[in-house]
Nanobody
Framework: VQLVESGGGLVQAGGSLRLSCSAS????????MGWFRRAPGKEREFVAA????????AYADSVKGRFTISRDNAKITVFLQMNSLKPEDTAVYYC????????????????WGQGTQVTVSS
């Protein structure tokens, strides 16, 4: 499974961005998907996850109420809508896929994209 992220960029605090992650495999609908991020000098951290059935989503406390994860299985794409962005959201954002249930632990994901940079200026 190849994952390709897009949609990152530079935005002012309070602004919005929508990240996309396109998958290469038609079995994508059976994969749980997650978004993670890594800020300079910090560990990779969980942002959001969505189960294959779309019924289950999970968010880090730091983004709850501001970010929304969604997926379009027909287009084999997962999205991360980011609103009310803060400078502390600045990081490289990665999407990841795993068979089975969604998880907040990055070590449980088998497939990763190359990442897309999000920079939020104050």
């Amino acid at each position: 499974v190849q994952l390709v992220e897009s949609g990152g960029g530079l935005v002012q605090a309070g602004g919005s961005l929508r990240l996309s992650c396109s998958a290469s495999r038609r079995t994508f609908p059976t994969f749980a998907m997650g978004w993670f991020r890594r800020a300079p000098g910090k560990e990779r951290e969980f942002v959001a996850a969505i189960s294959w059935s779309v019924a289950g989503t999970a968010y880090a406390d730091s983004v709850k109420g501001r970010f929304t994860i969604s997926r379009d299985n027909a287009k084999i794409t997962v999205f991360l809508q980011m609103n009310s962005l803060k400078p502390e959201d600045t990081a490289v954002y990665y999407c990841a896929a795993r068979g089975g249930y969604s998880d907040t632990d990055p070590s449980r994901y088998n497939y990763w994209g190359q990442g897309t940079q999000v920079t939020v200026s104050s």
